[in-house]
Structures are given as C-alpha cells and as structure tokens.
C-alpha cells in the first residue's frame, strides 16, 4: 500500500516535459487572443448598429461552425498533423483581423462583414481547439494527463477571461486597428510557439477512407462507449441548464428594477468570482480526483453545479451568490478535468480528433438551444422559476451515476 502511495506521489511530481510547456505557452497566446477578440468585435459592431438582434447575431455566427464543422474538424485532426492543423488555423485567425482593419480603412466595413470575420475565425477556432485537445496524449504520458489539462485550463482561463476582456476594452478605446490587430499579432505569437513544438503529429493510416465514413467511425465509437456516452449527454444538460441561467442573469441582477440591484462593475464582479474558482480548480483537480475517486467527484460536481445554476431562486443577496459562483467554478473545473482526461485515455489516438468533435457536438451544441428555452421560461413564468427549474434539471443527473462507478470507469479505461 505504501509503494503504491509512493507511486501516486511519484507520479504527481514527474515533470511534463519542455514539449508541454511550448504547447502551453502557444495555449496561453491563442486564447489572449481570443478574449481580446471576443470583447473587441461587439464593441466594434456597436459603430455600425444599435439593433440587438444584429448584435447578438455576431454570437450566432462566432459559435454557429461547433454545430455545423464540428464534425469535419474532428475528421480532418486526425487525417492530418495536428500541430500543423493549428498552424494554419491561428495563421487563418491572425490574417482575419488584418484583413478586417485594411477593409474598415478603405471605407467598406459593416456589420455584415463582422459577420463574416466572426465565422471564418470560428471555423478556425473548431480546427484549433479539436486538434488541441488530441494532440495532449502524444505530447505527455497518460497517467500526466489530469495535470497537463489543470494547467491548460488555468492559463486559458487566465488569459481568454481575466486578461482578454479588460485588454480588449482598453485596446478598442485606443482605437479600431488597435483592437484587432494586437490579437492577429497574438495568433501569430501562438504560432511561433507550436514550431518550437518537436515531432510529428500525424496518425498513421492502414487505409483510405472517405471524409463520411471518418466521421461515421468516430459518432459509432462514442455511441458504442457507454462512459462517454453518458459523460457527453450529462455534459450537454450541464451546459444547457448554465446556458439558460446565464443568458437572462444580468436582468435578475443589474439594475435599479432587478432583484440584486448591482451596478455593470458590480456584474462584473459577481461573474469573476466563478472564473476565480475555476481558476483554484484547475490546480487542484487532480488532487481531489485521487482522494475521492471519479464516480464520488463527478457525483459532487453535479450538486454543485445544481447549486451553482438553481441559487438565484433563493437568494438574491450578492455575498451568498459570490462564494456559490465560486465554489460552482471550481467543480465546474474538476468536472471537465475528469471528463477530458478520461476520453482522452480511453479514445485510441487515431480516433481522437473525432471523437472529440462529436463528443462536444453533443456537449456544445446544447448551449443555443438553452439560452433559447431560459429567455422563453423566464418570460413565462419569471427568471426565479427558470432558475429553480434549471437547477433541478441538473439534480436530475444524479439519477445517471449509476452507470458512473469507479469499477466501470477503471473498465472502461482499462480497455482502451
């Protein structure tokens, strides 16, 4: 018992490689890009219209390539190398502003070319994002994949949520060039990153296959993974239930008319409490993963993740909701840790790309869908119905546990 302690610790301090660190780096870059990009075009629409239904329209076209190309994406990580496939996409993601700020020069920029721009680079973000959680398993050892995710997720979160936006603000008040072409100079910063990256991460292939049946290969594979399976569906609730309590959250909480009566800082504020926990979570994750188990800490996940979407149904006090939006980080966290980690491992390498990409069409592509039903619901019946609605949906999880045994898990990991 004690060896195999030794073990544990052993393994826990085993350094994750200088490979590791350049992927990263390029990591921390791309997504600074993406939080100074995301904020940077609503601010930059609002010079061309006042209209909200345009201006959310740019969300419709930035997310719309996860339901549409996420597939595709998926097949194409693993027909090719996968570093290289997030070369061209962030070459792709630089060149798109640069192009932007020359049309806006020359006196042709318009909401509708917003449009465009918000879905090309979101083509490229599906390409990069896909190849990036597949190209993980060739670049650390299996049992290093817990920590490598934690520290991935905290330099994303660091870089597209805490430093982008602000940075984003502050370069758009500087000027419309200045806010798109910091982040094309990011992208292509990311780039020099992966180049340092050694080695090839292409998969070899027995035969030749039609882009379809790619496809059809990895959707078979996850359908016939009960883990997964389950894991992706479960994903999907969890993101459909936040989407709804997020999408209509700042009428329960700004304003002189609303329930918490906060200021946009204050907003702000409340918001970056969760960040702050998911942040805490990315480090300590695989901790809690080898103290409680899998099966005990996804199972506390799905009460904290209740909590988190249903709280606003019964209180409207900041100081309670603050420590509940953190603590819901943190487990937010811990779930996806877990989640990726294990789908990782149990996916063999030449289906990883795919398998991904179906897995986060099921995941993802609940989100408009939420932020649909949670706009109608809090017309109906008030947003502190919607919110104890969405929180019990999500305590509706538990009843899929189990399937979620640490024995099935351990099966289902052992297999692969």
Known sequence: MTHHGGQVKERLRAPLGAPYWRLWTSSGLSNL??????????????????????????????????????LTAGALADRLDRRKLMVWA????????????????????????????????????????????SILPQVVQ?????????RLYAVELTANQFVGPPLGGLLVAIGVAAGLAVPAALWLAAVGGLLLVPGAFR???????????????GLRFLWNQKILRTLAVM????????????????????GPAS?????????????????????????????VEA???????????????????????MTDNPYVLGPILFVGGILIVLWNVITVSLRQRISPNRLLGRVNSAYRLLAWGTMPLGAAVGGLLAQWLGL?????????????LLGMMPVLTDKAIAAADVES
């Open 291 to 313: 103290k409680l188990g899998r099966s005990k800490a996804l199972t506390l996940t799905i009460f904290g993740v209740a909590l988190f979407v249903g709280a606003p149904a």
């Open 203 to 217: 998969i070899e292939r027995e035969q030749r296959t039609t882009l379809r049946f790619d496809i059809g290969e």
């Open 142 to 150: 299996r049992d290093q994949l817990s920590r490598a995710n934690g």
């Open 235 to 254: 994903t999907g609730v969890f993101n459909f239930a936040s989407s709804a309590a997020f999408a209509v959250l700042v009428l329960f909480a700004v």
């Open 384 to 396: 502190q119905a919607m919110f104890a609605i969405m929180g019990v949906l999500t305590l509706a």
């Open 90 to 133: 962030n070459l792709g993601r630089a060149l798109l502003p640069a192009v932007l700020v020359a049309v806006i020069l020359l006196d042709g920029g318009s909401i509708w070319a917003l449009y465009v721009v918000a879905l090309m680079v979101g083509v490229a973000e599906t390409l990069y994002d896909t190849s990036a959680q």
């Open 33 to 70: 890009a993406d939080g100074v990009f995301k904020i940077a075009l609503p601010l930059l629409a609002i010079q061309f219209t006042q209209s909200p239904t345009l201006i959310a329209g740019l969300s419709v076209a930035a997310t719309l390539p996860w339901l549409l190309f996420a």
């Open 259 to 287: 329930e918490m009566r906060l200021s946009e800082v204050g907003f702000g504020l409340l918001l970056t409490t969760s960040a702050l926990g998911a942040f805490v979570g990315s480090f300590i994750s695989e901790w």
